[in-house]
């Protein structure tokens, strides 16, 4: 994999490049960075899943992002759709944050206001969060409180600056989003985006799923970002944006 923004560097190894960026915690909230693959088109999905966008490089990214994280925020579809099970690391990647003081993986925390979540998923295997709020079902709240932590935020539904101040106040600095768009959508929104990264997949996949920020916006204007880092490989491009604050 080579980086071609902001200047050529040949054969780059993502898991040093993505864990020695900067990023620095806000006092009342988490850095938050979202990493996401969409083809050319911008299909976020073929068939439902995510799975067949992305290669070898790709996992690569993603295993270096999960590497900087405390925290790994994903939204109830992207959990059912892609079956997704606890998180697991490099050896290489686990030994830089034992190194570095830290757990050997992030923790994984889901977003779901309905709370149709199988007990018996991969995911609970690895006691995850359940980011819920106030007015979910109380016996769903209590079936699963037997597999994960339960955090419940105030109102109708999930209030994610809400939680990420939870969060923050526990010591959690750096929060890793993977989506879904509406979970990306709502922080982008809130302003609560500080870093996206996108990987472009050599691929056209037409289709109707959706883009990787949904629900939200027209912005008028638009988020405005600011392309830090440009990797190839594979055919595929990862781009490294930060919001202009
Ligand atoms: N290309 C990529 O990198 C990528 C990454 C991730 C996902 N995806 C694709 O995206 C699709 C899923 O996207 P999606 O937008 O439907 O799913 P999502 O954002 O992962 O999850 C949506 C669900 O999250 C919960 N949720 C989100 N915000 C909430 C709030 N404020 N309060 C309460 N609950 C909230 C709800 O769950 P409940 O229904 O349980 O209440 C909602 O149905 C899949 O096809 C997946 O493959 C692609």
Known sequence: MD???????????????????????W???PWVVANMVESVDGATAVAGR???LGGDDDLAVFRALRGVADLILVGAGTVRAEDYGPVRLPEAIVDRRLAQGRPPVPRLAVVSGRLELDPDARIFSGYPIVITAEASDEARRAELETVAEIVVTPGPSVDLGYALGLFRARGVEVVLTEGGPSIIGQLVAAGLLDELCVTIAPVVAGGDSARLVAGVGPFDPPVEMRLERVLVGDGDLFCRYLTVR
């Open 50 to 52: 995510s799975s067949d």
């Open 27 to 29: 006092p009342e909230r």
């Open 3 to 25: 980086q071609i923004h902001p200047r050529h560097v040949a054969d780059v190894d993502p898991a040093s490049l993505y864990g020695n960026d900067p990023r620095r915690a």
